[in-house]
Nanobody, 126 residues
């Protein structure tokens, strides 16, 4: 059974930093593309960042480019999202996701992902 468990969310002031992590079990994570999505209050879930199974391809939503960094630790089976220069509009529940199949690309489309975590709340105050 695939499990993704996010951690590290919380409350931070605008301009601050936060790091969220996702622990993955039930799959050989190093073989899967991974992603981060978020759902702001009252809005649809949206793409944040993706990293390929080999780590050589990384993509970000325009709204977070230059501020957020996605990374993966295949030994610990975790992925991280380092968030700097946070803005109130970054307030959302953040979800990590694992690709549908191993050794396949994952993009900004939710349909590329088969397994999801329960989410962690990030709140940025102004």
């Amino acid at each position: 059974q695939v499990q993704l468990v996010e951690s590290g969310g919380g409350l931070v002031r605008a301009g601050g930093s936060l790091r969220v992590s996702c622990a993955v079990s039930g799959i050989i994570m190093r073989n899967y593309g991974m992603g981060w999505f978020r759902q702001p209050p009252g809005k649809e879930r949206e793409f944040v960042a993706a990293i390929s199974w080999g780590g050589g391809y990384i993509d970000y939503a325009d709204s977070v480019k230059g501020r957020f960094t996605i990374s993966r630790d295949n030994v610990k089976s975790t992925i991280q999202l380092q968030m700097n220069s946070l803005k109130p509009e970054d307030t959302a529940v953040y979800f990590c996701a694992a690709g549908v199949k191993p050794f396949t690309s994952t993009t900004n489309m939710e349909s590329d992902y088969a397994s999801w975590g329960q989410g962690t709340q990030v709140t940025v105050s102004s």
